[in-house]
């Protein structure tokens, strides 16, 4: 399903999509946070087939560590995996296996688990970069942006129009229907 969902899109970084759609959906999430997967596996493919796959958006994953110790270890393999552009894959997965909140399952059996069936996720560079200046400047960035624009939990959303500033996105629900209502209200369509 996770090769199906990001195949043949283009990552590169945080990024999701093409380089130049008009504008960016940004979102914050913590890989605990069981509100974030209920987006992820439900209204995250219908924001992909039809705003990142139509170049409409694209989209960036900025990860979050505040619900506890295995909420920094996901993160930080997250941060590893985007450095060979499959953040956005292992995060997937990540969220499709989520367990209780700290309860000490992202171990380190898990997180190889994952990464080991994260498509084209290269293990031992993913073990090499793990502790790198460049991913933890990843999830330094992340916690930046989000003391920035004022975030305090997540799921977080914000769309930002070509260069303009991030204007977040109210939602009523995480549900496919509420996420798009509000993306095309974001984007002057209705």
Known sequence: EVEQLFGDIPQQGVTLGQTDAPATLIEFADLQCPFCAEYTTGALPTVIQDYVRTGRLKMQLRLLRFIGPDSERGADVAAAATLQNKGWDFSDLFFRNQG????????????????????????????????????????????????????????AFFVQKGNGAPQQLQLRSLDANSVTAAIDSALGQQ
């Open 100 to 155: 209780e909140e700290n309860s000490g399952y992202a171990t380190d059996a898990f997180l190889e688990g994952l990464a080991r069936e994260t498509p084209g996720l290269e293990v031992e560079q993913l073990n090499s970069d793990l502790d790198s200046a460049a991913a933890q400047r990843l999830v330094s960035q992340a916690e930046r942006q989000a003391n920035t624009l004022g975030v305090s939990g997540t799921p």
